[in-house]
């Protein structure tokens, strides 16, 4: 893999390679932002309910709790990189275990454990039932989260500088292993854009828009991870899914939007809690989004942090 797929991009973009942040502190910045803005989805859905109750409070609370505690490693960051990495994949493990619970827990609701054998687990209830892979997302930002937050040295190697001067070698170059993490994070949500549909009969064509273009965008990030020395054509194949995306998300928002404000164009409350869900849409969006960073070339690491490590 070419360790910096911009070059063959846009050859005369050296003002990118100046950028005070780089790639893996972008990914983090976009991690506290969709971590925070995952709890206040958890609280649009946990409301459609009528009140949030007992442990539907853990993932609204934790999201911005999460993300304040990303932003303070990333000060942290500046002058011990250590210290702010450990804080950092602290709270990515704790958003998977509150990842995890919340699908078990959403799996629980979707299976009837008294029911006849053979109707305990049924098709139906999960298109019903409170997403499954909805909590998913939270396991998911937690563990592209913990991907930037370990440094690459060399860039391109795929060996992760951990504390105590310990190295973990990957299978691949970290920006590989950000496109398969980008295809991972399309799959879930093209998957769960699928079971939200179909409850719907896919009656409306716009609903087939998420369902095509996601399924073209995880299938360009894959292959994009599975060759070792990309094409320019094949990187400007990449960005146009992830741009594809990108207009997916907000032009599903929109759409949803203008279910919430009704033929009488004003916003009911109920309509927006219990409706199309608003945010849902902008995970693909997001997904869009972290699949251009992945581009970005990282910035290079040596002396200068107080920790040894940068």
């Known amino acids: 893999m070419v360790s910096e797929p911009l070059d063959l991009l846009l050859p005369r973009a050296a003002w990118l390679r100046r950028l005070p942040l780089g790639r893996d502190q972008v990914m983090l910045l976009i991690a506290a932002v969709s971590v925070a803005g995952s709890g206040f989805d958890a609280w649009l859905a946990h409301r459609a309910g009528g009140t949030v109750r007992g442990p539907e409070w853990v993932p609204v609370i934790f999201g911005p709790l999460a993300g304040a505690m990303l932003l303070v490693a990333g000060v942290i960051a500046l002058r011990r990189h250590t210290l702010a990495s450990l804080l950092a994949t602290g709270v990515f493990a704790a958003s998977v275990v509150v990842g995890l619970l919340g699908a078990w827990f959403h799996l629980r609701r979707a299976i009837l454990p008294s029911g006849p054998p053979g109707q305990r687990i049924a098709l139906d209830l999960f298109f019903w039932a409170p997403p499954v892979l909805g909590p998913l997302a939270f396991a998911f930002i ?169």
Do not use: C
């Not at 592209?144 to 990957?170: D, I, K, Y």
């Not at 295809?183 to 064509?205: K, M, N, P, R």
């Not at 997916?248 to 809690?273: M, T």
């Open 142 to 310: 937690g563990i592209f989260g913990t991907s930037a937050a370990w440094v690459e040295e060399p860039t391109g190697s795929g060996r992760l500088h951990l504390p105590g001067n310990l190295r973990l070698q990957l299978p691949y170059p970290k920006t590989n292993a950000y496109f398969y993490i980008t295809a991972t994070g399309v799959l879930i949500t093209l998957v769960s854009s699928v079971f939200d549909h179909a409850a719907t009969g896919f009656d409306d064509a716009w609903l087939w828009l998420p369902t095509l273009g996601g399924t073209f965008g995880m299938v360009v990030a894959t292959v994009l991870g599975m060759i070792e020395r990309p094409t320019s054509t094949d990187l400007w194949t990449y960005v146009g899914a992830m741009m594809l995306l990108i207009a997916i998300g907000a032009i599903g928002a929109a759409l949803h939007l203008g279910i919430a404000l009704g033929p009488s164009r004003q916003l009911v409350r109920e309509r927006l809690l219990r409706g199309a869900p608003l945010m849902a849409p902008l995970l693909f969006s997001n997904m869009g989004l972290v699949g251009l960073v992945a581009l970005l070339p990282e910035r290079e690491h040596g002396a200068g942090s107080r920790d040894g490590v940068r």
